[in-house]
Each structure stands twice: as C-alpha cells, then as structure tokens.
C-alpha cells in the first residue's frame, strides 16, 4: 500500500521560513518523480514543484521560483519543500504527491495534507 506523510507545515510570520517533508511508503522513491501541490480555501489547485527521480530536473510554478526549493533524499524515501520569503497568499494545504514523471502534472499517489499559514 502507497502512504504519502507530509509533515512541517504552521503558523509563520511573511518573510518567515519552513521546511515540509513528505515520507513515502510502499513505493521506491528513486524510480518516480515527485510534487509539491497546494489549494486555497475556494481556489484550484496549483502545482507548486516538481522534481524527476534522478533529481537533476526541478520545475517551479512561477510564483513560488527563487523562493522555494524542492529536494529529495532517495535513501531516505522523503521528498522536501524549502519555504523562504513566505507571503500571506502562500498560506494554503500542501499536497506531496507522486507520479511517473513530471510533465503533464499528472499525479497517481496523493498525501493528506499539511496546513501552512502566513500571517501578515
């Protein structure tokens, strides 16, 4: 059975900082490509980041680039999102997601979910 964990979301401060990790089971990370997701209460949701399985390809939603680095540590099964300079519209659920690769955002495996909000 897949689990998608996310982990590290809160309370912080605009121009504050945090680190969400999502810790996968049930499938080898290094053989697929990993997403970071996140949705607003009455908005869509938008893909964030994308990283390949190799980890040598990242893409970014252009209002997260410079701001936000998405990593991964096969050895590990965890994927991560680094958070820097984060704006109140930041403040959303944030999804981990899996999928084959990462062109066409089409995910298979979904965590739950963790709540980040930014205060102004």
């Known amino acids: 059975q897949v689990q998608l964990v996310e982990s590290g979301g809160g309370l912080v401060q605009a121009g504050g900082s945090l680190r969400l990790s999502c810790t996968v089971s049930?499938?080898?990370?290094?053989?697929?490509?990993m997403g970071w997701f996140r949705q607003a209460p009455g908005n869509e949701r938008e893909g964030v980041s994308c990283?390949?399985?190799?980890?040598?390809?990242?893409y970014y939603a252009d209002s997260v680039k410079g701001r936000f680095t998405i990593s991964r540590d096969n050895a590990k099964n965890t994927l991560y999102l680094q958070m820097n300079g984060l704006k109140p519209e930041d403040s959303a659920m944030y999804y981990c997601?899996?999928?084959?690769?990462?062109?066409?955002?089409?995910?298979?495996?979904w965590g739950q979910g963790t709540q980040v909000t930014v205060s102004s």
């Open positions: 049930g499938l080898t990370l290094d053989v697929i490509s």
């Open positions: 997601a899996a999928a084959p690769i990462c062109y066409g955002w089409t995910f298979t495996y």
């Open positions: 990283i390949t399985r190799s980890g040598d390809n990242t």
